[in-house]
């Protein structure tokens, strides 16, 4: 009795040995160990690089103890978990290496834009469905242009602190991974564009991906004047939207991507003045890198923040919102304008990071206000329709007015008292001129 108790206890601690030797997951790459366990007889005669859980069924056969069936049980059940482990590891790693090469957040910024431009072009109707395709379809767009900009510049980003830890560089990730992520992407946001909103939409997207990898993303090793390219490319995603939901581009629908690109330049002014060591360290020919000085950069970034300032007129004067967001745009035009005159005067970099927070803040603000505001197409048929009913009913109110002051012409001239309105030429209002009355 005794001894198979021994017998039994050296078998569990034989079968727990094996389970240090199951696969672990390192960044994707299994690595089963090679080692056969310690100690002599079959047990330790395996083939290398196998895995043993629990005990062989000849050994259960020759023990014949119900405890071993137990422990059988618990081995199967911890190399599950295990397994389990590494496979939510291995998603862990991948979501988070496929997020950083999307950049998720200026994505999810680009979608934002593009599902704004589609409210503003569906007029009194939203088709919601057609909402979310167009921006799950831009999404992908988004990423797809994102991954191949940083396929193209992982020589430049390992160079640079800001971006030497992102996936390429550090090696999370290999170039051939991130090369075919971005192609599978991008065919199918363009796909989900032509199938779900129209040929239009879908060409907005996928011209925008090639403007942005394969233009812009050279440019900016190249001449100064990617800042100017890559506003384009910030611009086209409300246009896509618009074109989306309504079929078309008119001119409502520039209003939107005019903001964008307006905006885009001081926010980009700004972030070049304040990362001008990292992007001369990685070779970036921004506008900043050749004004020491930096009055150009901060004159530039003012001139475009004033052209910001007659949009919400724009918006109002074309129908597309209430009067309210003209107001409130002006307002909100000023007050970046007032960073970057700040900056203009002093540039530096407490001054620089106060104008790039302000354009942060500028961008949701603004389209909030276009969608709270928002006039539809059956709201302006209504105004349309009641501005004809006063003009159709002018002339009776004309002829209504006409016969009022003939009446109070001949109770004048009938030599009743005139209104006692003499004193209004005199203190307190003498800008007032003195009445005159017509008599008969």
């Not at 978990?81 to 496979?87: E, N």
């Not at 589609?118 to 919601?128: E, M, Q």
């Not at 980009?268 to 020491?292: T, V």
Request: net charge positive; proline share 5%; with cysteine.
């Amino acid at each position: 009795m005794w001894r198979n108790s021994v017998g039994f206890s050296s078998k569990l601690l034989t079968s727990k040995s094996s389970y240090s030797r199951l696969p672990l997951l390192n960044h994707g790459v299994a690595s089963r160990s090679t080692s056969t366990s310690a100690g002599s007889g079959p047990e330790s005669t395996e083939a290398a690089g196998t895995v043993k859980v629990g005990f062989s069924s000849t050994e259960w056969v020759r023990t014949g103890s119900p405890g071993s069936s137990a422990v059988d049980l618990s081995s199967f059940a911890a190399a599950s978990v295990l397994k389990g482990r590494d496979i939510v590891d291995m998603a862990k790693h991948y979501g988070r290496c496929y997020a950083e090469l999307s950049k998720a957040r200026l994505s999810m910024l680009v979608v934002a834009t593009s599902g704004t431009g589609y409210i503003l072009g569906s007029g009194s109707a939203i088709d919601y469905m057609g909402l979310c395709c167009t921006c799950a379809g831009t999404m992908m767009v988004a990423a797809s242009a994102s991954t191949l900009n940083q396929v193209f510049e992982v020589k430049n980003d390992a160079k640079m602190n800001r971006t030497k830890k992102r996936p390429l560089p550090s090696g999370r990730i290999s170039i051939p991974h991130a090369v075919t992520w971005a192609a599978s992407t991008g065919m199918l946001g363009t796909a989900l564009l032509a199938s779900k909103a129209n040929m239009l939409a879908a060409g907005f997207g996928a011209s925008n991906l090639v403007l942005y990898a394969f233009v812009y993303t050279p440019l900016k090793q190249i001449h100064p004047i990617n800042t100017w390219v890559g506003a384009i490319v910030g611009a086209i995603p409300p246009l896509l939207g618009w074109a989306a939901a309504s079929g078309q581009v008119s001119l409502n629908g520039m209003l939107l991507p005019a903001a964008l690109y307006f905006w885009q330049i001081p926010h980009f002014m700004a972030l070049a003045y304040l990362c001008r060591k990292d992007y001369a360290d990685g070779g970036f020919r921004m506008y900043s890198l050749a004004d020491a000085s930096g009055q150009r950069t901060a004159s530039v970034a003012l001139r475009n923040c004033l052209y910001l300032l007659p949009l919400g007129y724009l918006a109002y004067d074309w129908g597309l919102t209430s009067g309210w967001f003209c107001l409130e745009s002006t307002l909100l035009a000023l007050a970046i304008s007032g960073t970057a005159i700040s900056f203009y005067m002093n540039r530096t970099t407490k001054d620089a990071r106060r104008m790039f927070h302000a354009s942060l803040l500028y961008l949701p603000v603004f389209m909030s206000g276009l969608l709270v505001h928002r006039v539809t197409e059956s709201e302006q048929q209504m105004t349309v329709e009641h501005t004809g009913k006063i003009i159709e009913m002018s002339p009776l109110l004309e002829t209504t007015e006409e016969a009022q002051e003939e009446k109070r012409k001949q109770s004048i001239g009938n030599g009743q008292c005139r209104p006692p309105v003499a004193y209004a030429s005199v203190a307190p209002f003498p800008f007032l001129p003195a009445p005159s009355y017509s008599t008969f």
